[in-house]
């Protein structure tokens, strides 16, 4: 059998709850925060704000800065000359020193030039026409029929 000791050493093991209040844990409503918790989260949350607003302007000016070293593609050549197109017809180049006579000779073969081409064009012209009214005058009559 038992001693009557072993059950007493069995008794005090075990905690007496109606003697000691049971242990729990804090529970609260609301999380308390410290001032410095609080300020911690608006720090971080002002510095997520400020890395989302300025990313764009920095990054621009970080590109400009470092494009800055960049030489430019072809700083030493220069452009070709744009060349405008010129309406047909002949033209004259005139280039290097021309006396008065010079330059009048050429007005004048350029006027007498400008001359025959009108002419040309008047009697082309004409030609036009007179070859299209043959082709009207002999062209056969068609007929319609009635309805």
């Given at each position: 059998m038992e001693s009557p000791d072993s059950k007493n050493d069995e008794q005090s093991s075990v905690p007496d709850y109606e003697v000691e209040p049971v242990p729990r844990?804090?529970?609260a409503r609301h999380t308390?925060?410290?001032k410095m918790a609080l300020f911690r989260t608006a720090m971080l949350a002002?510095?997520?704000?400020?890395v989302l607003a300025?990313?764009?302007?920095c990054a621009d000016g970080?590109?400009?800065?470092?494009?800055s070293f960049d030489g430019k593609p072809d700083a030493g050549a220069e452009a070709p000359p744009r060349r405008t197109v010129l309406p047909p017809g002949e033209y004259v180049k005139i280039d290097g020193d021309l006396t008065e006579e010079r330059l009048k000779q050429i007005r004048e073969r350029a006027a007498k030039r400008a001359?025959?081409?009108?002419d040309a064009?008047?009697?082309a012209a004409a030609n036009d026409k007179a070859k299209a009214k043959?082709?009207?005058?002999?062209?056969?009559?068609h007929n319609t029929p009635k309805r």
């Open positions: 844990l804090p529970r308390k925060l410290s002002m510095l997520l704000f400020a300025l990313r764009r302007p970080v590109s400009k800065f470092i494009g001359a025959a081409h009108r064009g008047v009697d043959t082709a009207t005058d002999a062209a056969p009559a």
